[in-house]
T-cell receptor, first 117, second 115 residues
Framework: GAVVSQHPSRVICKSGTSVKIECRSL??????MFWYRQFPKKSLMLMAT?????????EQGVEKDKFLINHASLTLSTLTVTSAHPEDSSFYIC?????????????FGPGTRLTVL | AQSVAQPEDQVNVAEGNPLTVKCTYS??????LFWYVQYPNRGLQFLLK??????LVKGSYGFEAEFNKSQTSFHLKKPSALVSDSALYFC?????????????FGKGTRLSVIA
């Protein structure tokens, strides 16, 4: 149980276009999901907390108008990278927790590799 | 503020030998501690967590970790390493009673098991 999926797994786009990444909890409901960004050989950087039915909470330094997050249902959160540029190329990972307690385990999606040309 | 330190960027171990990946934490009060593993171009996979009780926690793939409150450590261990254990390992912490807040991760340790 506790499976999180992401789609697409890999995307290549031209500079200036927008890209949508989906994160789904397959066998549980998640009122909260998290979006991370990972640079090569680096740790995960938390971008934002996605809350079902309300606005996402962004970490300091993350542009909310550039990285649009929509958490429209209890099993789906989307991250849209708007007007993508080469510096947005990265590995994006989402996570979700089947519960609201601090003891609950966070489960991660397989990640999405974004390459902006 | 919570923080996690993984002092080693890289750990090399021969196949069949025991392995240790170090983690120390800094958090007010008693923490919940987690270990994750990441294979190339993949998301993080949960290995184990310490919540309460026995300080020695057993997890997936033969891994275990020992919570040491006095040393504020939560080192990951395995008695006999496999080549397939080669991956990036992350330690993470969360405050008790903080609800469903995001985990705070260490910077990761790359484990290489050599045949």
């Amino acid at each position: 149980g506790a499976v999180v999926s992401q789609h697409p797994s890999r995307v290549i786009c031209k500079s200036g276009t927008s890209v949508k990444i989906e994160c789904r909890s397959l066998d549980f409901q998640a009122t909260t999901m998290f979006w991370y960004r990972q640079f090569p050989k680096k740790s995960l950087m938390l971008m934002a907390t996605s809350n079902e039915g309300s606005k996402a909470t962004y970490e300091q330094g993350v542009e909310k108008d550039k990285f649009l997050i929509n958490h429209a249902s209890l099993t789906l959160s989307t991250l849209t990278v708007t007007s993508a540029h080469p510096e947005d190329s990265s590995f994006y990972i989402c996570s979700a927790t089947p519960g609201q307690k601090s003891t609950d385990t966070q489960y991660f999606g397989p990640g999405t590799r974004l390459t902006v040309l | 503020a919570q923080s996690v330190a993984q002092p080693e960027d890289q750990v090399n171990v021969a196949e069949g030998n025991p392995l240790t990946v170090k983690c120390t934490y800094s958090v007010s009060g008693n923490p919940y501690l987690f270990w994750y593993v990441q294979y190339p171009n993949r998301g993080l996979q949960f290995l184990l967590k310490y919540i309460t009780g026995d300080n020695l926690v057993k997890g997936s793939y033969g891994f275990e970790a020992e919570f040491n409150k006095s040393q504020t450590s939560f080192h990951l261990k395995k008695p006999s390493a496999l080549v397939s254990d080669s991956a990036l390992y992350f330690c993470a912490v969360r405050d008790r009673g903080s609800g469903n807040t995001p985990l705070v991760f260490g910077k990761g340790t790359r484990l290489s098991v050599i045949a």
